[in-house]
């Protein structure tokens, strides 16, 4: 069964919510042409139940909106590195502020923990992480944008059945078209749920009639607690624990796929961070890397999946995990970023992989992107030349690539 997932890419609030300056859109891609896809939209809206009176009212001065083209299309130049990402995202205001608010709502967080079995410092770890506790839930026109994406070829089916959904929730009475903003990509209210989501895991947790996930916090916590509960939630499960690795471990089961049992991660030589024994207990755990070695290591259980079906980001559900995890006084991390901490711009990831190719670690088609097969490359060539296999790009793994010839 596929798993459904919030957020097209939502790793951080720069990212949705940035307004830079745009010049360009495609030829093919004109106002007039726009309108014209509008009103066979249109008419498919009503076909597929929304009533003329909200299609009219919804689709009012909406335009083709060349910023959220231009945002679709954009590919960063940096990709941000675990500590860069993790110490924008898990700041002393965020803590401090999560404390604050976890205490002043703990009787509302703890009746929709008994109801979803999801604890209360995980919901406003998420509302931290995706709003800023509701601070900004972004000002684009959210009908406009997802029009936008779905005339634009390249995800139009995707994009159309979310424009429908947004639809359905202004119908149903949920929302008014003024007050539907959100981000460019179609995340909407405080803990950012696309249209479709929305329609699915919305919950009215103040009985008012309505599923307004803008300004009612009942219903936003409960739709928060109903849709992890739905994703999979383990009750009385943590997410993961920081981990010591011993000297001279076995890196290369860091793999996002080997799974042990604790008792068997122990046996390995792995202890808490803070030097303890890890528990005894009949529990599986992957372990994470997700720095280079002189990074963190995390062994992390089902909860850390289901915070990634969230976002498919590890940062992230590192970010949120932890965050929860100073909301209720735990301690930060043992390690601190490297001063020589950078990332690889496209360009020297892309290097990387030519390289890479080159010395007979297949990788496919360089992309300047360092997913999963590059990681397993990365980790291939430093097996093969005794280094640390972390499978981590840094500037330093460029230079001893360079130095093949």
């Known amino acids: 069964?596929?798993?459904?997932?919030?957020?097209?890419?939502?790793?951080?609030?720069?990212?949705?919510?940035?307004?830079?300056?745009?010049?360009?859109?495609?030829?093919?891609?004109?106002?007039?042409?726009?309108?014209?896809?509008?009103?066979?939209?249109?008419?498919?809206?009503?076909?597929?139940g929304i009533s003329a009176a909200t299609v009219q009212k919804a689709f009012h001065d909406v335009h083709l909106n060349?910023?959220?083209?231009?945002?679709?299309?954009?590919?960063?130049?940096?990709?941000?590195?675990?500590?860069?990402?993790?110490?924008?995202?898990?700041?002393?205001?965020?803590?401090?502020?999560g404390k604050?608010?976890?205490?002043?709502?703990?009787?509302?967080?703890?009746?929709?923990?008994?109801?979803?079995?999801?604890?209360?410092?995980?919901?406003?770890?998420f509302w931290g992480m995706e709003t800023n506790f509701g601070g900004y839930t972004g000002n684009t026109a959210i009908i406009e944008s997802l029009a936008t994406l779905s005339y634009d070829p390249r995800r139009s089916e995707f994009f159309s059945k979310e424009l429908l959904a947004a639809l359905k929730i202004i119908d149903l009475g949920h929302a008014s078209v003024e007050q539907m903003k959100g981000s460019w990509a179609g995340a909407m209210g405080q803990c950012q749920f696309m249209p479709s989501n929305y329609l699915r895991y919305a919950v009215d947790g103040d009985e008012s009639g309505k599923k307004d996930l803008w300004k009612s916090l009942p219903d936003v916590f409960n739709s928060m607690g109903n849709f992890l509960a739905e994703?999979?939630?383990?009750?009385?499960?943590?997410?993961?624990?920081?981990?010591?690795?011993?000297?001279?471990?076995?890196?290369?089961?860091?793999?996002?796929?080997?799974?042990?049992?604790?008792?068997?991660?122990?046996a390995l030589g792995i202890q808490l961070a803070d030097g303890r024994e890890l528990p005894i207990e009949d529990l599986k755990a992957r372990l994470v890397l997700p720095s280079d070695y002189r990074?963190?290591?995390?062994?992390?259980?089902?909860?850390?999946?289901?915070?990634?079906?969230?976002?498919?980001?590890?940062?992230?559900?590192?970010?949120?995990?932890?965050l929860a995890d100073r909301i209720v006084g735990r301690p930060p991390l043992t390690k601190t970023a490297p001063?020589?901490?950078?990332?690889?711009?496209?360009?020297?990831?892309?290097?990387?992989?030519?390289?890479?190719?080159?010395?007979?670690?297949?990788?496919?088609?360089?992309?300047?992107?360092?997913?999963?097969?590059?990681?397993?490359?990365?980790?291939?060539?430093?097996?093969?030349?005794?280094?640390?296999?972390?499978?981590?790009?840094?500037?330093?793994?460029?230079?001893?690539?360079?130095?093949?010839?």
């Open 1 to 48: 069964m596929k798993m459904p997932t919030l957020n097209i890419v939502v790793l951080s609030l720069c990212s949705l919510f940035a307004s830079p300056t745009f010049a360009y859109t495609p030829p093919e891609q004109s106002e007039a042409d726009f309108q014209k896809w509008v009103s066979g939209f249109k008419k498919q809206a009503i076909q597929n």
């Open 66 to 97: 060349r910023a959220v083209l231009e945002l679709d299309r954009r590919q960063p130049e940096f990709s941000k590195t675990f500590w860069q990402y993790f110490n924008r995202a898990v700041t002393e205001w965020r803590i401090e502020t």
């Open 100 to 125: 604050m608010l976890y205490e002043k709502h703990r009787k509302q967080l703890d009746e929709v923990t008994a109801k979803y079995g999801v604890p209360g410092r995980f919901l406003i770890a």
């Open 231 to 266: 994703l999979g939630w383990q009750k009385q499960e943590n997410w993961g624990r920081e981990v010591s690795l011993p000297a001279g471990f076995d890196l290369s089961l860091a793999d996002n796929k080997t799974e042990k049992l604790l008792t068997d991660w122990k």
């Open 295 to 322: 990074g963190p290591a995390f062994l992390v259980f089902d909860n850390y999946q289901v915070i990634k079906r969230w976002n498919r980001s590890d940062n992230y559900a590192l970010a949120v995990g932890h």
């Open 339 to 405: 001063a020589d901490d950078q990332a690889l711009t496209r360009e020297e990831m892309k290097e990387v992989q030519e390289r890479l190719n080159l010395l007979g670690f297949d990788l496919g088609t360089p992309d300047g992107i360092a997913g999963s097969k590059t990681r397993a490359a990365i980790r291939n060539y430093q097996i093969s030349r005794q280094l640390p296999a972390d499978a981590y790009p840094t500037p330093a793994l460029l230079y001893n690539l360079r130095k093949h010839k």
